[in-house]
């Protein structure tokens, strides 16, 4: 499975950006997407993650209530849709894909896509 993360860019604090996580592979729909961020100096964190059927989320408490992940299938794409956006959520943003269920931890993904930057100002 190859993924690409799509839709950063540079947003000021209280606007919103929408990220893509496309798929390659026929089995995109079997496997549970997670996202993850990491800022300059800091250790990789988790963001959100949704199941294969899209029926279940688990976000981050620093992220709840201001980011959606959904995705379409028929796409293979998963989404991140970011409201509210603060500077302390500027990082690269990745996806990446598992069979684990959604899980906050990275040993729970198998493959790893490319990031996007996303730079929230003041």
């Known amino acids: 499975v190859q993924l690409q993360a799509s839709g950063g860019g540079l947003v000021q604090a209280g606007g919103s950006l929408r990220l893509s996580c496309a798929a390659s592979g026929r089995t995109f729909s079997s496997y549970d997407m997670g996202w993850f961020r990491q800022a300059p100096g800091k250790e990789r964190e988790f963001v959100a993650a949704i199941d294969w059927s899209g029926g279940s989320t688990l976000y981050a408490d620093s992220v709840k209530g201001r980011f959606t992940s959904s995705r379409d299938n028929a796409k293979n794409t998963v989404y991140l849709q970011m409201n509210s956006l603060k500077p302390e959520d500027t990082a690269v943003y990745c996806c990446?894909?598992?069979?684990?269920?959604?899980?906050?931890?990275?040993?729970?993904?198998?493959?790893w896509g490319q990031g996007t930057q996303v730079t929230v100002s003041n």
């Open positions: 990446a894909v598992g069979r684990y269920g959604t899980s906050r931890f990275p040993s729970s993904y198998d493959y």
